[in-house]
């Protein structure tokens, strides 16, 4: 008995029947397992398989026949699968019109659905598996791309026309999206470079739940109906973050060694990148650390007495622990720290355990560990490996009697000590280090100033010994080393405030910069040796900047606290040459060196500038922008009153970049932001995210009754200048951030304690992985908007030197941008660090070259000659390209075009000539190695022509007064340009000639430039036979003048039976000696009035545009698969 089952979809119940048929009926549940569907489909069409109990049939109204769609064991299977055929299926069907349409679409789709499962199938069994490889003939048949652009997946998926789906096939590929469908016999291809992709995100439409939305600049476009939407979702954000990064923002962007090279990019590749990226990201290590292995298992935490499950992370350098449940306990484990890995007796209470023991005297129980054997061996190897590059030196001196650790040391002065309660080491200890330091100042500015703060209240100094002894009692119960457990405990005690005198030591352990401390030894002194001394911009800035840096706190009032502060920037903008120095980076330094001797502060910025604050400190900050762009999502999220209040919100994201630029520091009184970096290096970026929630949260109320931008900014400058530390042991110290402190009454005080529990509590429910999701997703509108920045301070540039509309300007620079980056996406080398720097100004930021060039000429230019294209293509690139780099400007291509398109006469004139004398044509030129030994052109046509109809033209007044009339115009500060010799002329007439093919008008424009030409060849033979060639026009008047006694009588118009055959007249080796000036040629043409017309007639230059857009992929990929020879080549299309 068939049970039908609601669509859902309005008229398409009655258009199609979707059936269920069963021997029982029960209720439904809403779960959707679209893999048990995928395999009863493909059971479906297996005919040796057993039928079913239950199936879900098509059917179209009126018809007989039933198509099978899926099948399963169960009536609560079937629902499953009818629960997915409902979210992802059955709403799309209501868009048909046609029931015949409905059938094919539903059956195209579930036959894509079990080819790609089959597909996915295979791809787990082989590296490449059949299946891939005719997706891949598929890929290049239908878009015709260069071998070089590699397809990376592809998927079965509908693309949203409008109200319409469209099924098809989703192919990605290194560098584009791209989109197949065949669909009831219209074809629809899709071509979107990931460079112009603006957003990336899921949503929903009218009919489907959860799609993807691609936005580019003009069109939005969905896709849905996946198999595995989360899957392609991550996939597309890889491959658009990678190439985007690439591509736009190569800076700073390192890439991981296995996406070196683009072409050889897979999508196990961007898995692992994507893993790697999160693995970094949530133990904050060093970009470099290579991820080798992620293994679930448990690890027995004494202060729980049981073991937690979680997952280990097995690095180059480290193995991290992180537990199932967020924030209850994770390990970060040096390899340095470690002495051994052993493999432990396997029990049936301790499955294949392993003990990881380390210098302190600890050691970590890990058990369920799966391929025991293979990831022991592994960590063994790196193990001898990391021992080997950085050994360690332990220190016998005794330790005091809460210590039981034992202590290593090096030349860089590390302990993994604390000493005793105030973090005092041992005096054998101080001394040694002073021995060994290379510093003249190693110990941290405020040992002295905080000490002369005795006058603190006794209720301060007590609760900082409360704080004290909380933390030592820790410490003996979760580990005092970076291999400590990291709990929630921990995090609450970081939230009160790090004692002052344990602050220091902790910063380090936290950040694991006193890892590097340890492994580079006399690496800081180095640095100070090869950097001071030395001038260059980086060292003006510090220099100017040095006496900005809390220039409120004593320690930094002497010229000891400024010499170390200088040591620091300096040794660091000499390690890191492509960050330097930026404003900032000295407060924070400043701040570190109050808690931390000379070359732990060092390395504590190296962790923050490197590792924790990744982009922040370049030329552009991209790194603070995208966190910007994330905090205001979040805003939006958690904070939608003060959102809708505050249309702009990069307003207030102007106002709250200095809070994530030097963690508040800047903004806050001293002794209160300390607390806010406390938490930054215990919990990374989270922490200024939740705490400038937890800032706008508290001053909501306000800001949203304000009525500017300006007001806003004064109502939270005076919230943060107001907020206290009550626990500081110390005098609080005078504060220069408050912009508004002269307020009439009282303004109430906030405790950063309190602010920063509410930040927690309210808004510390942001995990690493969803931080790293928003930042990846807001890069692509960071990159995005400076390009946008790009354009249009590139546009405002050209816009008023050219005649060229600014619309179309617009898509010139479109299409000058796709050129380079075509070359980009599949020229080897690679050009692209020469051609994009976007620490340039803005016009010089993308170049193209002179193949890029070439191509671009033959898709926009009016002056089209055929397949003397190519050359003329390569001339006018030598006339732009002044400074002879090989590369142009935008604005260079644009003002020739503009000349060509919209210049008057006489400058396209001046334009064809200057492309036929150097630099433009060369020696060398492949089309100008004719040199004339007898007269290509016969200067024995007589001057004064006939007429069809009886008239006769003489043109010897009209060419002597247009000379003398085009001198006396000539502007006198003008660079005279050189004449032309008669090689450089036959070059000149062949490019005129060109240019007149298939022109409507082409038999009276050659007559036209065949008299012209004869008229300048026998102006040539005058100035050749005289005794001296004249200098400019004038003189060339006057010879004309003085060789004729009468207008009739001129003996350049009427020698007509005379032959030049005197070998002089056109000698190899003095071609020279023949020469043409600019007026004598602009003269000669304009006694012609089809040649004036020729020039004067307007040209469209949107057809071209359009036209361009169309075939500039196609020109590509044309020249791709015909490599040029030596020489440019280029085809017409």
């Keep these: 008995m068939a049970t039908g089952r609601s669509c859902g979809a309005g008229t398409v119940a009655e258009s199609l029947c979707l059936q269920v048929a069963g021997r029982e009926t029960a209720s439904r549940k809403n779960r959707g397992t679209l893999g048990r569907l995928v395999g009863a489909l493909d059971a479906v069409l297996d005919s040796s398989a057993r039928v079913a109990p239950f199936r879900i049939l098509l059917q179209v109204p009126g018809s007989q026949v039933y198509s099978p769609i899926a099948c399963g064991a169960t009536l609560e299977e079937i629902?499953?699968?009818?629960?997915?055929?409902?979210?992802?299926?059955?709403?799309?069907?209501?868009?048909?019109?046609?029931?015949?349409?409905?059938?094919?679409?539903?059956?195209?789709?579930?036959?894509?659905?079990?080819?790609?499962?089959?597909?996915?199938?295979?791809?787990?069994q082989e590296e490449e598996p059949e299946k891939f490889r005719e997706a891949l003939v598929k890929f290049e048949a239908r878009f015709n791309f260069p071998e070089a652009e590699k397809l990376v997946t592809y998927y079965s998926c509908c693309c949203w026309k409008g109200r319409v789906p469209r099924q098809g096939w989703l192919y990605l590929s290194i560098n584009h999206l791209c989109f197949y469908s065949f669909f009831l016999g219209k074809e629809l291809k899709l071509v979107i470079p990931w460079v112009d992709i603006l957003k990336l995100e899921r949503t929903s439409n009218v009919f489907l739940t959860d799609t993807i939305r691609i936005t580019t600049q003009n069109k939005e476009r969905d896709f849905s109906t996946f198999l595995n939407l989360d899957e392609v979702f991550k996939m597309m954000e890889q491959l658009a973050d990678v190439t985007l990064r690439r591509l736009l923002d190569n800076e700073v962007f390192d890439?991981?060694?296995?996406?070196?090279?683009?072409?050889?990019?897979?999508?196990?590749?961007?898995?692992?990148?994507?893993?790697?990226?999160?693995?970094?990201?949530?133990?904050?290590?060093?970009?470099?650390?290579?991820?080798?292995?992620?293994?679930?298992?448990?690890?027995?935490?004494?202060?729980?007495?049981?073991?937690?499950?979680?997952?280990?992370?097995?690095?180059?350098?480290?193995?991290?622990?992180?537990?199932?449940?967020?924030?209850?306990?994770?390990?970060?484990?040096?390899?340095?720290?470690?002495?051994?890995?052993?493999?432990?007796?396997?029990?049936s209470l301790l499955p294949n355990p392993i003990i990881v023991s380390i210098r302190s005297k600890m050691a970590f129980q890990f058990i369920e560990l799966k391929d025991r054997e293979n990831l022991v061996e592994g960590l063994l190897v790196r193990l001898k490996q990391v021992h080997a590059n950085h050994p360690v030196h332990y220190d016998s001196s005794p330790s005091d009697d809460d210590m039981t650790s034992s202590v290593f040391y090096s030349t860089s002065m590390c302990s993994d000590k604390f000493g005793d309660l105030e973090m005092v080491s041992s005096q054998n200890g101080e001394e040694r280090e002073k021995e060994k330091s290379p510093l003249p100042h190693p110990e941290p500015p405020t040992a002295v100033f905080q000490q002369s703060g005795g006058q603190s209240p006794d209720s301060r100094l007590s609760r900082e010994q409360i704080k004290i002894s909380l933390w030592n009692d820790h410490f003996v119960e979760y580990g005092r080393t970076v291999c400590m457990f990291r709990t929630e405990k921990i995090r609450k005690l970081v939230a009160m405030g790090i004692p002052e005198s344990l602050r220091g030591r902790l910063w380090l352990l936290f950040s694991d910069a006193v890892t590097d401390l340890a492994s580079h030894p006399g690496y800081y002194g180095n640095l100070v040796e090869q950097s001071l001394g030395r001038c260059c911009l980086v060292t003006e800035e510090i220099e100017r900047d040095l006496h900005r840096s809390l220039p409120e706190h004593p320690a930094f009032q002497n010229e000891t606290g400024i010499a170390a502060l200088r040591r620091v920037l300096t040794a660091y903008a000499h390690r890191n040459p492509k960050i330097g120095y930026c404003q900032s980076m000295n407060i924070l330094t400043s701040v570190l060196l109050l808690y931390a001797k000379e070359e732990e502060a060092f390395w504590l910025l190296v962790a923050v500038c490197e590792r924790m604050l990744p982009d922040y400190f370049n030329h552009r900050v991209i790194g603070a922008q995208v966190d910007q762009s994330v905090f205001e999502e979040l805003i939006k999220e958690h904070l939608p009153e003060l959102a809708e209040h505050m249309n702009d919100l990069s307003a207030l994201a102007s106002i709250s970049l200095s809070w994530f630029l030097t963690l508040f520091l800047s903004i806050m009184p001293l002794e209160s932001a300390v607390n806010v970096v406390d938490c930054f290096f215990y919990d990374g970026i989270k922490a200024i995210f939740q705490l400038g929630l937890a800032v706008l949260e508290a001053n909501a109320e306000e800001l949203c009754s304000s009525k500017d931008d300006g007001q806003a900014l004064m109502i939270l400058s005076r919230f943060l200048d107001h907020i206290k530390n009550e626990d500081s042991p110390g005098p609080p110290?005078?504060?220069?951030?408050?912009?508004?402190?002269?307020?009439?009454?009282?303004?109430?005080?906030?405790?950063?304690?309190?602010?920063?529990?509410?930040?927690?509590?309210?808004?510390?429910?942001?995990?690493?992985?969803?931080?790293?999701?928003?930042?990846?997703?807001?890069?692509?509108?960071?990159?995005?908007?400076?390009?946008?920045?790009?354009?249009?301070?590139?546009?405002?540039?050209?816009?008023?030197?050219?005649?060229?509309?600014?619309?179309?300007?617009?898509?010139?620079?479109?299409?000058?941008?796709?050129?380079?980056?075509?070359?980009?996406?599949?020229?080897?080398?690679?050009?692209?660090p020469l051609r994009h720097d976007p620490s340039r100004p803005y016009a010089e930021q993308y170049r193209i070259d002179a193949r890029q060039f070439a191509h671009l000429f033959q898709l926009v230019s009016p002056w089209t000659c055929g397949v003397h294209t190519e050359i003329l293509a390569e001339r006018t690139f030598r006339l732009l390209?002044?400074?002879?780099?090989?590369?142009?400007?935008?604005?260079?291509?644009?003002?020739?075009?503009?000349?060509?398109?919209?210049?008057?006469?006489?400058?396209?004139?001046?334009?064809?000539?200057?492309?036929?004398?150097?630099?433009?044509?060369?020696?060398?030129?492949?089309?100008?190695?004719?040199?004339?030994?007898?007269?290509?052109?016969?200067?024995?046509?007589?001057?004064?022509?006939?007429?069809?109809?009886?008239?006769?033209?003489?043109?010897?007044?009209?060419?002597?007064?247009?000379?003398?009339?085009?001198?006396?115009?000539?502007?006198?500060?003008?660079?005279?340009?050189?004449?032309?010799?008669?090689?450089?002329?036959?070059?000149?007439?062949?490019?005129?000639?060109?240019?007149?093919?298939?022109?409507?008008?082409?038999?009276?424009?050659?007559?036209?430039?065949?008299?012209?030409?004869?008229?300048?060849?026998?102006?040539?033979?005058?100035?050749?036979?005289?005794?001296?060639?004249?200098?400019?026009?004038?003189?060339?008047?006057?010879?004309?003048?003085?060789?004729?006694?009468?207008?009739?009588?001129?003996?350049?118009?009427?020698?007509?039976?005379?032959?030049?055959?005197?070998?002089?007249?056109?000698?190899?080796?003095?071609?020279?000696?023949?020469?043409?000036?600019?007026?004598?040629?602009?003269?000669?043409?304009?006694?012609?009035?089809?040649?004036?017309?020729?020039?004067?007639?307007?040209?469209?230059?949107?057809?071209?545009?359009?036209?361009?857009?169309?075939?500039?992929y196609s020109l590509k990929a044309l020249e791709m698969s015909h490599p040029p020879q030596p020489e440019l080549k280029l085809s017409n299309l």
């Design 255 to 347: 890439l991981d060694p296995d996406l070196q090279e683009p072409s050889q990019i897979t999508k196990r590749d961007l898995e692992a990148r994507a893993q790697n990226e999160f693995f970094r990201a949530f133990f904050r290590l060093p970009r470099k650390e290579r991820l080798h292995a992620v293994v679930d298992c448990s690890l027995w935490t004494p202060f729980s007495r049981c073991h937690t499950a979680g997952r280990m992370f097995t690095s180059d350098s480290y193995i991290c622990f992180a537990s199932r449940e967020d924030g209850c306990c994770n390990v970060v484990l040096p390899l340095r720290e470690v002495v051994s890995i052993e493999k432990m007796e396997d029990t």
């Design 79 to 124: 629902t499953q699968h009818w629960d997915w055929l409902e979210q992802n299926l059955v709403h799309t069907l209501s868009v048909f019109d046609n029931k015949d349409d409905i059938a094919s679409f539903v059956k195209g789709k579930v036959k894509a659905l079990i080819a790609e499962e089959t597909s996915s199938r295979l791809a787990e």
């Design 881 to 1112: 390209d002044d400074n002879m780099d090989q590369l142009m400007e935008f604005k260079a291509f644009v003002s020739c075009l503009d000349i060509m398109y919209n210049g008057e006469m006489n400058e396209k004139i001046k334009l064809l000539y200057r492309l036929h004398i150097p630099p433009a044509l060369t020696e060398n030129d492949r089309d100008s190695q004719s040199p004339l030994k007898n007269p290509l052109l016969s200067t024995s046509r007589p001057l004064v022509l006939g007429k069809p109809n009886g008239d006769t033209i003489d043109y010897q007044k009209q060419l002597k007064q247009m000379i003398k009339d085009l001198a006396k115009e000539k502007d006198k500060t003008e660079k005279e340009l050189p004449k032309m010799s008669q090689r450089e002329f036959i070059q000149f007439c062949k490019t005129l000639y060109s240019m007149f093919h298939e022109d409507p008008e082409e038999n009276e424009l050659y007559q036209a430039i065949a008299t012209v030409t004869t008229l300048l060849l026998q102006i040539g033979e005058v100035g050749q036979r005289g005794s001296s060639s004249g200098s400019c026009s004038q003189e060339c008047g006057e010879e004309l003048q003085a060789s004729a006694p009468s207008p009739e009588q001129d003996s350049v118009f009427v020698e007509t039976g005379k032959t030049p055959q005197d070998p002089r007249a056109f000698p190899e080796a003095g071609e020279g000696d023949w020469t043409v000036s600019l007026e004598h040629i602009l003269a000669s043409l304009l006694t012609e009035q089809s040649l004036v017309n020729f020039f004067e007639k307007p040209l469209n230059i949107k057809s071209k545009l359009e036209n361009a857009k169309l075939n500039q």
């Design 733 to 832: 110290i005078g504060s220069h951030h408050a912009f508004f402190s002269d307020d009439q009454e009282p303004y109430p005080v906030t405790d950063i304690a309190d602010l920063i529990r509410d930040s927690y509590e309210k808004f510390g429910n942001q995990s690493v992985e969803q931080i790293e999701h928003l930042r990846c997703k807001h890069r692509i509108r960071v990159l995005q908007g400076h390009e946008d920045t790009t354009k249009q301070n590139v546009l405002r540039v050209v816009i008023p030197e050219v005649s060229i509309l600014p619309e179309d300007l617009d898509e010139l620079y479109d299409l000058f941008k796709r050129a380079h980056m075509m070359s980009c996406y599949w020229e080897h080398p690679r050009p692209m």
